[in-house]
């Protein structure tokens, strides 16, 4: 599991490179609970609409894509909220029975002061 990140108010750009052999996703998502919950549900295969019951205070608000080796083409611009918690997750997964990549740690939990 990935440590917190702390940051400042503001606005935040987001974008992609994927430096593997498939195509990732990376949302930013409210934070409901904590890293441990996020990792559970990518182990358990919870579904992407499923997590708002697992660990979201609402909907997922931002997706990027990149394909592999490639920059997304796209900037996702989120306006960061002081004293709220965000998760950067990847949902996606190698294979049909591989776990999600969450499951394997690919996150990071962002606290904004």
């Known amino acids: 599991m990935r440590s917190c990140l702390n940051l400042s108010a503001m606005m935040l750009g987001m974008v992609i490179l994927s430096c593997g052999g498939r195509s990732h996703d990376v949302g930013l998502l409210q934070r409901g609970k904590g890293a441990r919950e996020i990792v559970e549900a990518a182990q358990a295969n919870a579904r992407l609409r499923d997590l708002p019951a697992q660990y979201l205070e609402g ?12 920059t997304s083409p796209a900037t996702v611009t989120v306006e ?3 004293g709220r918690e965000y998760a950067l997750i990847c949902t996606l997964r190698d294979t049909m029975t591989a776990p999600q990549h969450a499951a394997l740690g690919m996150l990071r939990v962002l606290r904004v002061r």
């Open 80 to 82: 960061l909220q002081a």
């Open 59 to 70: 909907p997922p608000f931002a997706a990027q894509f990149a394909w592999p080796g490639a």
